[in-house]
């Protein structure tokens, strides 16, 4: 059983920082591509970054660049998501997604089978 599961989420001041965990069991995830992506009360879902297998590109949502990065960890089999200067409007549920089978990722969630359950990031002073 393929599963995904997010850790890190919180309650964090504007401009502070938080970072996520997507972990992975029952199968390696430097073998998937892996998107995060995010949804907050009464909005659609929307995706954040993703980041492609081996050295192919990452890919950012314009309102996110420069603030938030994703990398792997392949000795703990995680894909870390580290948001910065966190605003009011990062508050969402965060989740990750993964897929086999594509070397570069997407952010349409549209491209993924495998997804976690969502860590929830609030942004409030």
């Known amino acids: 059983q393929l599963q995904l599961v997010e850790s890190g989420g919180g309650l964090v001041q504007p401009g502070g920082s938080l970072r996520l965990s997507c972990a992975a069991s029952g199968f390696s995830l430097d073998d998937y591509v892996i998107g995060w992506f995010r949804q907050a009360p009464g909005k659609e879902r929307e995706g954040v970054l993703c980041?492609?297998?081996?050295?192919?590109?990452?890919y950012y949502k314009d309102s996110v660049k420069g603030r938030f990065t994703i990398s792997r960890d392949n000795a703990k089999n995680t894909v870390d998501l580290q948001m910065n200067s966190l605003k009011p409007e990062d508050t969402a549920v965060y989740f990750c997604?993964?897929?086999?089978?594509?070397?570069?990722?997407?952010?349409?969630?549209?491209?993924?089978?495998?997804w976690g359950q969502g860590t929830q990031v609030t942004v409030s002073s």
């Open positions: 997604a993964a897929q086999r089978g594509l070397y570069y990722c997407s952010l349409s969630g549209t491209n993924y089978a495998y």
């Open positions: 980041i492609s297998r081996g050295d192919r590109p990452t």
